[in-house]
């Protein structure tokens, strides 16, 4: 069995399934920050919806009341209260014609009545005017705002995913990288152990054609009884050359045995701080991360609060300047006059 081969095989494989832990960690992090991206946007939809519902409800509350409608002399708590009595004077519009104070055909107060009719036109009209002018300037204030806070949100989740892509460029990067070099170093050590091999097999040919067992005739020594005999008084056994070549053949068999040790300590250790190294890595792209989430966390709050003031800018100048000068009863009831 070779060992180093499924050592290596186990090595490759641990880095595989890290690699692919990482990826499907980085898209996990991915879909719950989209996650959140969807809630901002919803909970941002929302409050339009309430801002709006908020501002119909103003408008009805400021410009619809039950006071300004033409049929509320007929329905007002208070009409008994404002109503006059029955008769004023012999100029009162109200009287009948069998009261013989004003007959059919006297027109009196013509002019006096078109040019008050005229002019109430005319108020009405202006303050119409007035009133859908700063309906659509208030509009338009709030479309632009909402344009804009749409364009900065957009701007800011562009960014977020573009820095994400290049995160996810450079770790990708780092892993070729990283693979790129183990691969050179693989042929690297299997190239250095064939030379190795040739060397010691070389070696080991040159040793045995020069060494003093193989200049005698082996053949002379050889038993009648099998080659695993000898004849004792033929064989001259080994010279103190063979037994000092077998030393050292032996001495360089357990250097070379050391040898494979150390490098086989020094390929786990090298493996040791490689793979620190990309734990190290990894930790600070997810501190980086989760530093990103805090400032954009952060930015979008004062945005919020941005928001939130100019809105409370925007309901203090309508309730304080933009609709302080209301109307009162006084001015509505001289316009509930009618003639029967």
Same mark, same amino acid.
């Given at each position: ?33 989209? &996650?959140? #991206? ?10 339009? #919806? ?15 009341? *039950? ?17 006059? *009595? ?6 009162? *519009? ?43 300037? &208030? ?11 749409? #364009? ?36 690297? %050590? ?77 390929? &786990? ?24 989430? %805090? ?31 209301? *109307? ?13």
């Amino acid at each position: 069995v070779d060992k180093e081969a499924l050592d290596m095989q186990v090595k490759d494989r641990k880095i595989q399934e890290a690699a692919e832990k990482a990826r499907n960690e980085e898209l996990a992090n991915e879909m719950k920050q989209n &996650d959140k #991206i969807m809630c901002m946007l919803e909970e941002r939809q929302k409050a339009d #919806i309430r801002n709006i519902r908020k501002a119909i409800s103003e408008f009805q509350k400021n410009f619809q009341k *039950p006071e300004t409608r033409r049929e509320f002399d007929l329905s007002d708590p208070q009409a008994l209260k404002k109503d006059r *009595p029955a008769r004023l004077s012999d100029s009162d *519009p109200r009287c009948t014609v069998s009261g013989l104070q004003k007959f059919m055909g006297e027109d009196l107060n013509y002019d006096q009545r078109m040019k008050f009719q005229k002019e109430q036109l005319r108020e009405w009209s202006l303050q119409q005017q007035r009133e859908r002018k700063n309906a659509l300037a &208030d509009q338009k204030f709030a479309d632009d705002l909402y344009d804009k806070n749409r #364009i900065e949100l957009d701007q800011k989740i562009m960014e977020h995913q573009r820095k994400e892509e290049e995160n996810r460029r450079a770790v990708c990067a780092a892993t070729k990288d990283f693979n790129r070099t183990q691969a050179a170093e693989l042929a690297q %050590r299997k190239k250095l152990e064939k030379h190795q091999k040739m060397k010691e097999d070389m070696d080991e040919i040159s040793s045995l054609l020069q060494g003093d067992l193989l200049s005698e005739n082996p053949e002379q020594a050889v038993s009648s009884f099998g080659r695993h005999r000898v004849i004792t008084d033929r064989w001259k056994g080994m010279n103190q050359d063979q037994l000092m070549a077998i030393r050292y053949s032996q001495q360089q068999q357990v250097l070379e045995k050391m040898r494979l040790k150390e490098e086989e300590h020094q390929r &786990d250790a090298e493996w040791d701080r490689q793979r620190v190294q990309t734990a190290r890595a990894q930790l600070i792209l997810e501190r980086q991360q989760q530093r990103q989430n %805090r400032e954009r966390r952060r930015a979008l709050d004062n945005v919020n609060a941005e928001l939130s003031q100019e809105q409370k800018s925007k309901n203090i100048y309508l309730k304080e300047e933009a609709y302080s000068n209301l *109307p009162t009863g006084q001015y509505y009831a001289q316009f509930n006059t009618t003639s029967r």
